[in-house]
């Protein structure tokens, strides 16, 4: 048989490519190894542990396993903390360890991880699920998680935990004073006490010798001047240091010292930082008005239609749809006919008798009258009266328009 | 062996038929030279080879396989950008969060974006080290062969660098992070710096005046459409041009060089060898470039070697891929400017002449973003297009290292490209905030962070 023939290529070929193949299965072990190793698997496992312990294995068994996040679209915020964080909504583990404790119940009552998610009060990264990269701080990231281990990196008076309420202040910016969060409430009796206002504009009210502070959270870290700032280089240290003596930091500036103790320093800190152009949901923002109110005109006619000859006909809310013309009332949305010409109309319209009708309704007017206005058969009756008088009205009105318009010919 | 018989009764032999064997992926791994010859025709895959290829064009250091690896790039980019599309969101808004999303949530999705970023940087310098070959090779130029037009395929190729780098360039607006949106505002400023019509070319960029979602979604769809589908189709023509003009220019030199041993004319011609006729007559006579100690089978010996350089690349890039992660810095924001503010490492060398060319006299600033980001790569490019034209060494210098004939022009070319990488070196290593100068091993100052 023929042959082929023999290759003068060097006989290495074949080994190296054996060799090629080899660091290939090599490499697809090593990547996959790599993507399945998480801390939160571990995390995820003891917990089980610790509700099989604790509550039996039933309860260990709805333990949900895999990635856990809490998706806020309102804020785009994807938090994975409860992946590690699992018993934050489990009760009985108020005394437990990190990451497997219950969240304290008080600050969830109006603030529901659901729509508030966890890093938007906490800090931190919630897109990661490594603890690093969750927690911070880590480069790239400059929200590290707000908890007491970096506040005892800053030496809080106090409260090692006070630093989360700069993400209090991101929605209660305006109130005077906000439940537990006692650096902020210092803080903002500070400003007010001793008048920051006299030089700084804040909240878009007050003098324009220092200056503009209503959004100086968002001033980049690198635009402050650190050149006379020893220790930690951070602009949370660096107001720390300029509000306890400003000329030390900056060298010819007017601002007094203040004297201030630490913890006052510290207070006005976060609270400065806090002052950041977060655009947060209306719905999140407390003391917003969630209605929108009548205009005083809009107010004042309702109340001359309901003193009026078609009181009744407000008052039972039918003028929510319907106008009565003849009797003076006018209905904002105008969404039905007009009921002065009821006792006419309903009968070419249905070949009812108004009271036929209205005992027995059929279409839209079936819907709301079964739903939204109930009348009693005495009420329907009334209703009955009141459309004649409507009609009645209504007739006088277009004779006297008549003889009007005969007399002017 | 099975020899099935047609409903007729008449029997047929399936091994007899050109094309036709019984044994499965006999076309890989043929047992005789008809075989190997077969294999070429007959599979899909490997139609586009010669049924032959020069033996000295196979040597690992005559090319290092660099164009082999480009294309390996190529197609582990088209493979790792494939699962990107779906995830990544082109919008301002979610850009940034889609590639979070990729990075700690999606199953391989780091690596995935890792292999997709490697890829795109090596490419770049592959595709680089390739062009510097075939110039010090010489080998955009004819040899003996009829129809070669070496010349063209090296303009193809300058526009494949050209479109690499595009490539390259519009994928680092992506993730939409700081280091992406400060790249692209050095480049495409220095796109402004073109007297007369720089702003109007930047408004073009940009889809704007500003760099927002105009600028994004014309980068996406440049950077997974149009670039990609012009590279591909340069891609095949390159190929094609490569199997008209010969095979490598290491083929017709090899035929210069050797002793051209007449032998007799072969009655019948099954394939033409390296896909084209050598010589004016239909009768091929066969010279030493097809003596059997020359050439060697396509199938296996020149496809086990393609096999070594493209599984070897992904091998090693996937492999890198698990240890050096790319980054992602914070969200692009129009008002920081991170200190100091880089071009994309490739364009750092322009980036750098842009610095050293701006010139200031007393309040008088002759700014450098001319000279550096438009004349010089202007001029360079130019260079690249018409040298094949300029380019008189006799024929004996092509497909060959450091011939005596080209040494002056080979000199200037590496001095050229000498320049360029340190440039490149000092930009990405030696310069640090303000763009002041800082040794490797020198820190930079402390960058302050906000807590």
């Known amino acids: ?409 | 062996m099975a020899k099935p018989t047609t409903s007729s009764g008449v029997q047929r032999s399936t091994a007899t038929a050109p094309g036709v064997h019984p044994r499965p992926f006999w076309s890989v791994r043929p047992q005789t030279d008809r075989q190997s010859g077969d294999a070429i025709v007959s599979n899909f895959l490997l139609h586009w080879f010669p049924a032959k290829t020069c033996k000295p064009s196979m040597n690992w250091t005559y090319s290092f396989w660099l164009g082999t690896m480009s294309a390996a790039l190529l197609l582990l980019l088209v493979l790792s950008g494939g699962p990107l599309l779906f995830l990544y969101v082109p919008s301002v808004e979610r850009a940034y969060a889609s590639i979070k999303d990729i990075e700690f949530a999606v199953t391989f999705g780091s690596w995935i974006r890792s292999v997709h970023r490697m890829a795109a940087h090596l490419m770049v310098a592959a595709v680089f080290l390739h062009l510097v070959r075939v110039f010090l090779t010489g080998a955009y130029k004819n040899g003996i062969g009829q129809g070669q037009r070496r010349e063209w395929n090296w303009l193809i190729g300058v526009a494949m660098l050209l479109l690499t780098l595009l490539l390259s360039f519009t994928g680092y607006l992506l993730p939409w992070d700081q280091l992406a949106y400060w790249a692209v505002t050095v480049g495409t400023n220095i796109a402004s710096s073109i007297p007369v019509i720089g702003p109007t070319v930047r408004e073009l960029l940009l889809g704007g005046r500003a760099i927002d979602q105009p600028t994004l979604i014309r980068f996406y769809v440049l950077h997974v459409i149009v670039l990609p589908g012009a590279l591909g189709g340069l891609f095949l023509y390159h190929m094609w041009r490569v199997r008209k003009d010969g095979g490598l220019a290491k083929a017709d030199s090899v035929a210069l060089l050797g002793d051209r041993i007449e032998t007799a004319p072969v009655k019948t011609k099954t394939y033409t060898l390296l896909g084209v006729a050598r010589g004016t007559a239909p009768t091929v006579r066969a010279s030493t470039i097809e003596a059997p100690d020359l050439t060697v089978n396509s199938v296996p010996d020149l496809t086990r070697r393609i096999a070594i350089v493209v599984l070897g690349t992904i091998a090693l890039l996937s492999l890198f891929a698990v240890y050096v992660r790319s980054p992602l810095e914070e969200a692009a924001n129009a008002l920081v400017t991170p200190n100091p503010a880089k071009a994309p490492w490739y364009f750092l060398w322009l980036q750098e002449i842009v610095t050293d060319t701006t010139v200031r006299i007393g309040s008088f600033t002759i700014n450098g973003a001319f000279i550096g980001g438009v004349v010089l790569p202007g001029l360079l490019v130019t260079l690249l297009t018409v040298w094949p034209w300029i380019d008189k060494s006799p024929l004996a210098a092509a497909g060959v290292w450091f011939p005596r004939t080209r040494r002056a022009q080979n000199t200037a070319f590496l001095a050229i490209v000498g320049i360029v990488i340190v440039f490149t070196l000092i930009g990405t290593f030696c310069r640090g905030p303000y763009w002041n100068l800082y040794w490797p091993w020198q820190a930079w100052p402390e960058i302050p962070t906000r807590l």
């Open chain 1, 1 to 409: 048989m023929e042959q082929r023939t023999t290759s003068p290529y060097p006989r290495l070929d074949k080994p190296v490519l054996a060799v090629v193949g080899l660091v290939l299965v090599l490499g697809a072990v090593l990547f996959t190894i790599n993507d399945r190793e998480h801390e939160w698997r571990y995390y995820q496992y003891q917990f089980r542990r610790v509700v099989a312990d604790k509550l039996g294995a039933e309860k260990a068994r709805t333990v949900p396993s895999g990635l856990q996040q809490i998706w806020v679209p309102s804020l785009g915020h994807a938090d994975r903390c409860v992946t590690c964080h699992q018993a934050v909504a489990w009760n009985g583990f108020e005394a437990a360890e990190e990451p497997y404790r219950t969240h304290s119940a008080e600050p969830l009552k109006n603030h529901p991880i659901e729509k508030f998610g966890c890093s938007s009060c906490h800090g931190g990264q919630g897109w990661a699920v490594d603890v690093g990269p969750a927690h911070g701080p880590v480069e790239h990231w400059e929200e590290p998680l707000l908890g007491r281990q970096l506040g005892t990196e800053y030496s809080l008076v106090d409260n090692k935990a006070a630093l989360m309420q700069m993400n209090c202040n991101t929605c209660h910016r305006y109130d005077r004073e906000t439940k537990s969060a006692d650096f902020i409430n210092l803080a903002k009796a500070i400003v007010n006490a001793r008048g920051c206002r006299a030089c700084h504009v804040i909240n878009s009210r007050g003098g324009t010798i220092g200056p503009d502070l209503t959004f100086v959270g968002d001033k980049a870290p690198e635009q402050y001047e650190y050149g006379r700032l020893s220790g930690q280089k951070t602009a949370f240290a660096w107001h720390v240091a300029h509000l306890k003596d400003p000329r030390a930091l900056v060298a010819d500036t007017v601002m007094p010292n203040f004297n201030l103790t630490t913890k006052e320093a510290q207070a006005l800190a976060i609270l400065i930082l806090s002052w950041r152009k977060s655009p947060v949901p209306a719905a999140m923002v407390p003391g917003t008005p969630r209605t929108d109110p009548q205009t005083a005109d809009e107010r004042a006619a309702e109340e001359a239609m309901k003193a009026g000859p078609g009181a009744w006909f407000v008052k039972t809310g039918c003028f929510v749809c319907h106008s009565i013309a003849a009797l003076g009332v006018k209905s904002p949305a105008q969404i039905g006919p007009d009921l002065s010409t009821a006792v006419d109309d309903v009968q070419s319209r249905f070949g009812r008798t108004v009271d036929d009708f209205l005992a027995s309704p059929t279409g839209t007017m079936s819907v709301v009258l079964s739903r939204q206005i109930v009348l009693t058969p005495a009420e329907k009756a009334i209703a009955v009266q009141k459309l004649r008088e409507a009609f009645a009205e209504y007739q006088k009105q277009k004779a006297a328009v008549k003889t009007v318009a005969a007399r002017s010919h």
